[in-house]
């Protein structure tokens, strides 16, 4: 079993930055992914990385500006949000596949998630 726990979310002006954090317990073998749920809305892929290749991908929205890491000493995942933008306010979940998937921003295809943690970004 996995066990996702996410930090650092919070309030920030437009054009500033937050580090979201993904402390992870447990095997994964496909990707790990960081998915946004406004009010009203549904759930939407952020980016992701291959836990085995790193390989990243990033919503059109987010790329240039949000960039996924890992630290596999510490067994984090983080997410780095640069240039944030009002419409960037959301609760923010990490998410796991324990099985390889050739599917990485379809959030039905993600078995474990994180309890969420609020970014608001003031205008």
């Known amino acids: 079993q996995v066990r996702l726990v996410e930090s650092g979310g919070g309030l920030v002006q437009a054009g500033g930055s937050l580090r979201l954090s993904c402390l992870v317990s447990?095997?994964?073998?496909?990707?790990m992914g960081w998915f946004r749920q406004a009010p009203g809305k549904d759930r939407e892929f952020v980016t992701s990385?291959?836990?085995?290749?790193?390989?990243?991908n990033y919503a059109h929205s987010v790329k240039d500006r949000f960039t996924i890491s890992r630290d596999n000493a510490k067994n984090i995942v983080y997410l780095q949000m640069n240039s944030l933008k009002p419409e960037d306010t959301a609760v923010y979940y990490c998410a796991a596949q324990t099985y390889l998937s050739s599917s990485y921003n379809d959030p039905r295809k993600y078995n474990n998630w994180g309890q969420g943690t609020q970014v608001t970004v003031s205008s």
């Open positions: 447990g095997r994964i073998f496909g990707s």
């Open positions: 990385i291959m836990w085995n290749s790193g390989s990243r």
